[in-house]
């Protein structure tokens, strides 16, 4: 039976989430990871060795292995012992990899191999790209790490140098996809970043599979202050050069005051689906009653087994491939 091709793009703490989710059904998933990050033991293996940032990567392969247990733990252990303090050792194991193959993607496709991952992790790009954005009121700033911290709208990210290649493996992947998934995740630096190659973003909009985006929960501070879904989509679309997403997934959820006043604290507030634009944008937008989950009382975040169960409902529908029913 042909397995279902879906491949996800995104970065960040979200793309691992739905991957993990993701591994339990017979699909042939491929990960578009962002390599922007400029952040913690990233941006320090970075820095000194100029290479794509790992640390997405890092949480994508441990998310898609079937290693034993002990070995993810020990691929995400951070170390606190002097100059390597607060390197994961994922990390520093990429980095050796690099340098032993001369080449980041070939590095990353070993460790998955090591790791013994279900599906593929691929690199957006084979080069070291610093991601900048240009404010509302015209400021640059350049790091992807800074981007929030100025707490002002965004007018458009880019990365530097412009002219990068894509990963032809990435490519390759989205022209041969059932479904592209984009998210969850930061809007601009996990998601968007990925866009900013024009070879990816062409490969998506020249895709015959149908589009779908994961919407955050919650407005992210400094980076998607007062958005609704729509403007997610809007975004995304400015950033690629044309309209191509054909589905959303977004909660409709109501939350206690508990809840709201804690995200208010922080400057954020639920993210509103803003139907009536979605619907006047030929854009289907699905949920679901279960879609999020509450931890330690005040925490929002997606249930990954439904989340999961969506992206595939969804994959199946718009094809012919017989269901399956993962074990429970």
């Known amino acids: ?106 590095a ?17 790009t084979n080069t070291n790209v610093m991601l900048n954005a240009v404010l509302e009121d015209g400021e640059i700033v350049k790091g992807e790490s800074k981007i929030p911290k100025k707490n002002k709208k965004i007018r458009r990210v880019y990365l530097e140098p412009s002219n990068v290649e894509p990963m032809q493996e990435a490519v390759d992947a989205l022209q041969e996809a059932d479904l592209i998934v984009l998210g969850p995740g930061s809007l601009y630096t996990s998601v968007i970043s990925n866009l900013c190659i024009e070879g990816i973003s062409k490969a998506i909009i020249s895709s015959q599979a149908p589009k779908l985006y994961i919407s955050n ?50 400057n954020a507030h639920p993210v509103s689906t803003n139907k009536i634009k979605l619907t006047e944008n030929h854009i289907k937008m699905i949920t679901s009653k279960n879609l999020v989950e509450i931890y330690d009382h005040v925490f929002v975040r997606h249930n990954t087994k439904v989340l999961a169960k969506l992206v595939y409902d969804l994959a199946l529908e718009l094809t012919s491939t017989i269901q399956f029913k993962p074990k429970k």
């Open 1 to 106: 039976m042909k397995q279902l091709k879906v491949v996800l793009i995104g970065g960040g703490t979200g793309l691992s989430v739905l991957a993990r989710g993701l591994r339990e059904y017979p699909i042939d998933i491929t990960a578009i990871v962002t390599v922007a990050d400029d952040g913690g033991s990233t941006g320090k293996i970075r820095d000194e060795m100029s290479i794509p940032a790992p640390g997405d990567i890092r949480n994508v392969i441990a998310a898609l292995s079937d290693a034993e247990p002990i070995l993810e733990e020990l691929f995400q252990y951070r170390f606190e012992e002097h100059q390597i303090e607060g390197h994961s050792l994922g990390n520093l194991l990429l980095a050796a990899l690099t340098n032993i193959k001369n080449d980041f993607g070939h």
């Open 108 to 124: 990353v496709k070993e460790l998955s191999k090591i790791l013994n991952i279900k599906g593929k992790v691929i690199p957006s």
């Open 217 to 266: 929960i919650m407005t992210q501070p400094g980076e998607t202050n007062d958005y609704d879904v729509y403007d997610h989509v809007k975004a995304i679309h400015q950033h690629a050069g044309e309209p191509f997403i054909d589905y959303v997934i977004c909660s409709n959820d109501a939350f206690d005051e508990q809840i709201l006043q804690r995200y208010k604290e922080r």
